[in-house]
């Protein structure tokens, strides 16, 4: 969370509640899909959801 709020919350316009509220599906497709994670290599998590998921379906065990 803490990085969400840095990355999103902070740095956008929030005049109130309802305008907040109004962003955070977009912020949060935005924070999963293309913000890169340090975490997990600077991929997104469906990035590296998917890079697992591959590297799972090609295993044959």
């Known amino acids: 969370m803490k990085t969400f709020k840095r990355d999103y919350v902070r740095v956008n316009p929030r005049p109130d509640t309802i305008s ?3 962003r955070l599906a977009e ?3 935005d924070y999963n899909t293309i913000h890169p994670h340090n975490g997990l290599r600077m991929r ?3 990035e590296f959801i998917a ?4 590297t799972h379906a090609a295993c044959p065990v």
Request: proline letters at 8%.
């Open 20 to 22: 907040v509220l109004q």
């Open 27 to 29: 912020w949060f497709e």
């Open 44 to 46: 997104s998590p469906r």
């Open 51 to 54: 890079a697992q998921s591959a």
